[in-house]
Structures are given as structure tokens and as C-alpha cells.
């Protein structure tokens, strides 16, 4: 089944506490991306990534680091999480150039 | 960072009534896209819109693209109790190297039957 996981589904730490969220798919996409989703803000552009090591900056970066070795993977990093990254985080891939991104189903997590 | 004007912010409708949402923005987009999320799922691609002045349908929904490329707005037509969700508005900006998603903050629609 044509699919984007992610991992963990829902998370609780506390502020300082590296953490990292998988995101993998299976429809060999070229174009990968996460994106936060607020209450009122709707969903916002973390980092994306073209390819294989070609990631760029979205419109809400800081903070976060991603990384994008394989075609398949493409990780979230919060090397020192802060309670405003408390979030619903989406991962969503695409084939390049075509604007139907497949979202996962989401990570909530939630930063003491 | 940049976002999408999208009104209205919520709707209570009854079923059967036609819906209608926009969005607006300050930037000119290569693409519009609408997005619908259900509870508990991510957002799924309901119509794409690739030039200023395109009418597209989707079934019941309609959507276009405005002709200053900073506007769009999409139509529901003969609600039922499956169209609850959330619908989000998105713009493409792609070029030099850059190809971005902008998201609208979203419409809440509940269907009454």
C-alpha cells in the first residue's frame, strides 16, 4: 500500500530532550517535507527536501533539522526541544514538480 | 512567516446548502491547491489550479484561480454530512531553486443534517 508513516504518533517530553520523528514513504517520491499544524495557524512549512542530500529551508526553520540521506527517509530533529514546538507535525512527499503531496498521519508532541 | 488570508474562519451549514471560501494573499503563486483534512488524518489534495483564471470541478466542488494570481476560492455545492472538515487553501512558489508550500489557516465546516 502506497503509504507515508510516521514515527512516533504521539509523543511527551521535556525541553532540552533531543528528540527525532521518522518520516518514511514508499512511492519513491523525490519531494519530501514536514509541516507543523497550530490551532489558528493552520499548517506551516518546517524544511523540505528536493532529493537525495537537497534540503531547504521552509517558513518556520528554527529550531528544527532535518536530513535527507536516502530517497525514502526523511527525519525531523529537535536537538533542544522548547515548549513552543509543541505541535501537531505533519510529513508529506510528492513527485517533483507535481503539487499532490501524500500527508502521514501526524506526530503530536508535546514539549514539558 | 508568510500565510494565507482564508475566510471564512468556521461555517455552520445545513445539508444541501452551498458552501463558498477564499483565500487571498499579498504574493503572486504559480499554483493554488485546496486541501481537505479530517479528524485525526492528514490533509488530502482536493483540486489544483495551475493558471490565473482556471475553473476547475472536482464531483461537487468547484474552485478557480484568480486572474491577479493572488486570490482563490472554491465552491461546494449540495453539502452532505461527509464534507465536515477542515479545508485549507495552499499556493505554490516555485522557482530559482525554490518550490514551497504557503498554507491558509483554514475554513472549519460542519454540516448540520
Known amino acids: 500500500e502506497a503509504q507515508v508513516t510516521q514515527n512516533p504518533r504521539y509523543l511527551i517530553t521535556v525541553t532540552g530532550k533531543k528528540l527525532t520523528v521518522t518520516c518514511s514513504q514508499n512511492?519513491?517520491?523525490?519531494?519530501m517535507s514536514w509541516y507543523r499544524q497550530d490551532p489558528g495557524l493552520g499548517l506551516r512549512q518546517i524544511y523540505y527536501?528536493?532529493?537525495?542530500?537537497?534540503?531547504d529551508k521552509g517558513d518556520v526553520p528554527e529550531g528544527y533539522k532535518v536530513s535527507r540521506k536516502e530517497k525514502r527517509n526523511f527525519p525531523l530533529i529537535l536537538e533542544s526541544p522548547s515548549p513552543n514546538q509543541t505541535s501537531l507535525y505533519f510529513c508529506?512527499?510528492?513527485?517533483?514538480?507535481?503539487?499532490?503531496?501524500?500527508f502521514g498521519p501526524g506526530t503530536r508532541l508535546t514539549v514539558l | 512567516g508568510q500565510q494565507l488570508n482564508q475566510s471564512p474562519q468556521s461555517m455552520f451549514i445545513q445539508e444541501g446548502e452551498d458552501v463558498s471560501m477564499n483565500c487571498t494573499s499579498s504574493?503572486?503563486?504559480?499554483?493554488w491547491l485546496w486541501y481537505k483534512q479530517e479528524p485525526g488524518e492528514g490533509p488530502v489534495l482536493l483540486i489544483a489550479?495551475?493558471?490565473?483564471?482556471e475553473l476547475t470541478s472536482n464531483g461537487r466542488l468547484t474552485a478557480q484561480f484568480g486572474i491577479t494570481r493572488k486570490d482563490s476560492f472554491l465552491n461546494i455545492s449540495a453539502s452532505i454530512p461527509s464534507d465536515v472538515g477542515i479545508y485549507f487553501c495552499?499556493?505554490?512558489?516555485?522557482?530559482?531553486?525554490?518550490?514551497?508550500?504557503?498554507f491558509g489557516t483554514g475554513t472549519r465546516l460542519k454540516v448540520l443534517a
Open positions: 508529506a512527499s510528492s513527485l517533483s514538480f507535481t503539487p499532490e503531496q501524500f
Open positions: 512511492m519513491n517520491h523525490e519531494y
Open positions: 527536501s528536493m532529493n537525495v542530500e537537497v534540503t
Open positions: 504574493s503572486i503563486f504559480n499554483t
Open positions: 489550479l495551475y493558471k490565473a483564471g
Open positions: 495552499a499556493g505554490l512558489l516555485a522557482g530559482s531553486g525554490t518550490y514551497k508550500y504557503i
